[in-house]
Every structure is written in structure tokens, then in C-alpha cells.
């Protein structure tokens, strides 16, 4: 088979940089290692800033969003005893939605065929092959067959364990990684939510987030140590955990139920440069990965989507160069200041294990601080609603 772009990868940045691409009449071909139920199956992000929204919009693919989605003006930081609000509506002009990453993949997914978006599913052993040529290819096995697809142009979309990074040879990539001691373990249950915003809570006893999917679904997280497992968290000693960290407000107001999923997510930072290697381009966690703290993995996967594909429109439609030329340092620099920010609201919102009282006292003066400081709050409303592109 021949198409201009081959695609590895059906999560979030894979589907979306498709559909843009076809919305130009550009060809491209989508290949994913899972099956369609197994993409949707996995439970993460839920809040989307403007740009992921605007991204849907253009594509045409926001009804559902608008209709289903929640529009938030504010969130909360808790440190035990009170909420402290970000008001990211009053401080930036801008709002969040909430609307989860499982909805807006399935969005993607519906609109495929009738956009002309193939997309093969259970593919495995995908190769990358000569990508720092003009001539790449992938190849690939289904139902016992061999497969190849020639291209101009290879996007790897295909998330952290994904074969395309490692497509890039060593001596020309480097990585920046941060490993963090714990990981949150998530609990979603047909409940409504304790609140109509979300809380980050930084408590003696550790994390916790109070999110949401809608009116009568929450998802909430607290952080364990990396060595925990799911076992030993039956959903009561969860809904305990929940009551403690968020605070006596946020407690009153918690409806509990049973869980619906249950699952332990490690934290890691990462960053890996350069984002294009010769035919080769690399977008979302292929490329980088956050901390959840900040809600931006899938929001800088759709950064990443939004460059890639006007470089690429701009090749196929236009004969310009200077996008794909541009693409990595134009991404890299939107990484890396929310590699920032997602690792600076993790650090003021977990209790480190080599943390002593010294460092509790900090996290408290800086959460004292905030609440004090609209200067501080809109620092960190301006980077929850994400930067400008
Ligand atoms: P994905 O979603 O991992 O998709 C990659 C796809 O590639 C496929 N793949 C392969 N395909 C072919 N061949 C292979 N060899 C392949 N290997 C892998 C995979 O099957 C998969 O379908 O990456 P993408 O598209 O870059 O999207 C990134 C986002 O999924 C991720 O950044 C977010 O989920 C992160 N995240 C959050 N982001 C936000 O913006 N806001 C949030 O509120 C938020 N909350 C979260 C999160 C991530 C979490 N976890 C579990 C990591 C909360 C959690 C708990
Ligand atoms: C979620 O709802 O899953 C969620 C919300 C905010 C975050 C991370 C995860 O920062």
C-alpha cells in the first residue's frame, strides 16, 4: 500500500492529526497495535484546554463535547484544612472542559469511515524502516499476513512503549527523564462528585484529586508508593483515603459506590529531542511524558498535532519546507514549559518520601502564598488553561 503519511498509533494524537490531515485531502493511513474496544477501554485524561477543544471544533467533530461536556471556570487546591480556588475564568478569560479522554477518542473513532480515515487495528510487529530517507515504510503483521505500507512521511503517535522512538538512532537523540517515588492509583464510580470543581489536595497523609466524567460519574486518584498493588486497595479503604486527604468539605459532600475501574498510574517526566529525525516525526508520548498533576499529556499531544499537521499541509498543498523543518524546536518549546509546570504542581502537591518537615513547611508557605497572591493564582491559572500556541 501507498499513502503520503503513515500513522502509528490510534490514541488520541494519532486520530486527531488523521482526521486533520484528511480534512486537507491529504492521504494517510493509521496503524495501531490494539483493537479499537482496547483503546477505548483505557481510563485517563479529563480535562481539555481551549486549544484540544478548537482542535475538535475544526474537524468538526465537537457536538458531542459541546452537549456532554463540562465547562469549568475554576479549580481548587486543598492543603488539609481549606480549598483555595483558582478562579481560571476571572484570571485568564479562558475556561477548561472536562470531558474525558475515552468520549473524545470515541468521537474520533465514530467519524473515521465516512472522513475516509483508515485506520488497521490489531496490527502487530511494526517495523519503522528507513526513515532518515524520503522513501520511509512501515511494515506489519495481520491475521497471519505480512503487510508494508510505503510513505512520504511516518508520524509516530504510538504513545511511551511504542516502537517509533526508538526508530531515532542513539547518537542523535537524547532524553531527559524524571522518575517520581509514587504513582496514583484511580478509582472511577457512578457517583456524583463531591464537588463541582476538581480539588488537588496536598495532605499530611499524601495526594488526592477529586475529578469527574459528568453530573453522576467521578474519578478520583490518590498517590501510593510505586510498589503498591491494586489488591490491596479494596474500594472502602479508597473512599477512607478520599475522605482524609481531601478534607472535611470535600468528605461531607462524598457519595461513595462501588468502582467501575481501578488502576495505578506510574509519574514520570520526559522529554525526548529532537521530535523529528529525517522522515520521521514524533508527537504526544512517543515524545514526552508528564506527571498528571497538570492535566497536559493529552493536551500537548494535541499541541504537538496542531504544528505537525499545518507542517505537513503545508508541504503537501503548498511545497513549503520551513514547517517540517521547524516542527521540533516549535514543539519542543511548548513541551518544555509544561514539563515545568507539570512538575512544579507535583512537587507542591505530593509528599516526597525523602521529604522532611523543612520541605512540609515550604509546600504549606507556598500553598499560604497562592491563596494570598493573585499574582500567584494567575501564574498558575495561565498555565492550567495551557499557553498560548
Ligand atoms: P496514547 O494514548 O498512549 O496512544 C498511543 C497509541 O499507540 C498505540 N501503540 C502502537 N501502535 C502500533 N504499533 C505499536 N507497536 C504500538 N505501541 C503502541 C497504543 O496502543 C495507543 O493506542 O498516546 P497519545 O495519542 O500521544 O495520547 C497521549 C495521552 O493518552 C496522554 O498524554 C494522557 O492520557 C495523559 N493524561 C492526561 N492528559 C491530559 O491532558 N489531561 C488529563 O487530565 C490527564 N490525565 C493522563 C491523565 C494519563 C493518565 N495515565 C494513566 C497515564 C490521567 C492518567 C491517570
Ligand atoms: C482526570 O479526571 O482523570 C484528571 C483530571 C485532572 C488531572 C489528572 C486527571 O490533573
Excluded at 44 to 66: F, H, N, P, S
Excluded at 221 to 228: A, K, L
Excluded at 310 to 324: E, M, N, P, R, V
Amino acid at each position: 500500500m501507498k499513502t503520503q503519511v503513515a500513522i502509528v498509533g490510534a490514541g488520541p494524537a494519532g486520530l486527531l492529526l488523521g482526521h486533520l490531515l484528511r480534512a486537507e485531502g491529504i492521504d494517510c493511513v493509521i496503524v495501531e497495535r490494539a483493537s479499537a474496544d482496547y483503546v477505548l477501554g483505557r481510563i485517563r485524561a479529563g480535562v481539555l484546554e481551549q486549544i484540544t477543544v478548537q482542535l475538535m471544533e475544526r474537524i468538526g467533530l465537537d457536538a458531542r463535547m459541546k452537549a456532554e461536556g463540562l465547562p469549568h471556570d475554576g479549580f481548587n487546591l486543598a492543603d488539609g484544612d481549606r480549598l483555595i480556588r483558582i478562579d481560571i475564568h476571572a484570571l485568564t478569560g479562558k475556561r477548561v472542559m472536562v470531558y474525558g479522554q475515552t468520549e473524545l477518542t470515541r468521537d474520533l473513532m465514530a467519524a473515521c469511515e465516512e472522513r475516509g480515515l483508515q485506520v488497521v487495528y490489531d496490527a502487530s510487529d511494526v517495523t519503522l524502516h528507513d526513515v532518515d530517507s524520503d522513501s520511509p515504510s512501515i511494515t506489519y503483521a495481520k491475521d497471519g499476513a505480512s503487510h508494508r505500507i510505503d510513505a512520504r512521511f511516518i508520524c509516530g503517535c504510538d504513545g511511551f512503549h511504542g516502537p517509533s522512538r526508538k526508530a531515532v538512532p542513539a547518537a542523535v537523540g537524547s532524553a531527559f527523564e524524571l522518575v517520581y517515588p509514587f504513582g496514583w492509583l484511580g478509582i472511577l464510580a457512578d457517583v456524583p462528585p463531591c464537588n463541582h470543581e476538581l480539588i488537588y489536595a496536598n495532605h499530611e497523609r499524601g495526594f488526592a484529586l477529586a475529578s469527574m466524567r459528568s453530573e453522576t460519574r467521578s474519578r478520583y486518584y490518590v498517590d501510593v508508593p510505586v510498589t503498591e498493588k491494586v489488591e490491596d486497595w479494596p474500594d472502602e479503604r479508597i473512599w477512607d483515603e478520599l475522605a482524609t486527604r481531601l478534607g472535611p468539605e470535600a468528605a461531607a459532600h462524598m457519595t461513595r459506590g462501588p468502582s467501575i475501574e481501578k488502576s495505578i498510574a506510574p509519574l514520570r517526566s520526559f522529554v525526548f529531542e529532537p521530535m523529528r529525525h529525517g522522515s520521521l516525526f514524533l508527537a504526544g508520548d512517543s515524545a514526552h511524558i508528564v506527571p498528571p498533576t497538570g492535566a497536559k499529556g493529552l493536551n500537548l499531544a494535541a499541541s504537538d498535532v496542531h504544528y505537525l499537521s499545518s507542517a505537513l499541509i503545508g508541504y503537501f498543498k503548498a511545497a513549503d519546507h520551513d514547517g517540517i523543518a521547524g516542527y521540533s524546536s516549535r514543539a519542543l518549546a511548548r513541551v518544555w514549559k509544561s514539563e515545568r509546570f507539570s512538575w512544579s504542581l507535583t512537587k507542591l502537591m505530593h509528599r516526597f518520601p525523602s521529604d522532611g518537615a523543612f520541605e512540609r513547611r515550604m509546600q504549606l508557605a507556598e500553598l499560604d502564598y497562592i491563596a494570598q497572591s493573585e499574582t500567584a493564582r494567575r501564574a498558575i491559572a495561565e498555565n492550567y488553561v495551557g499557553l498560548p500556541l
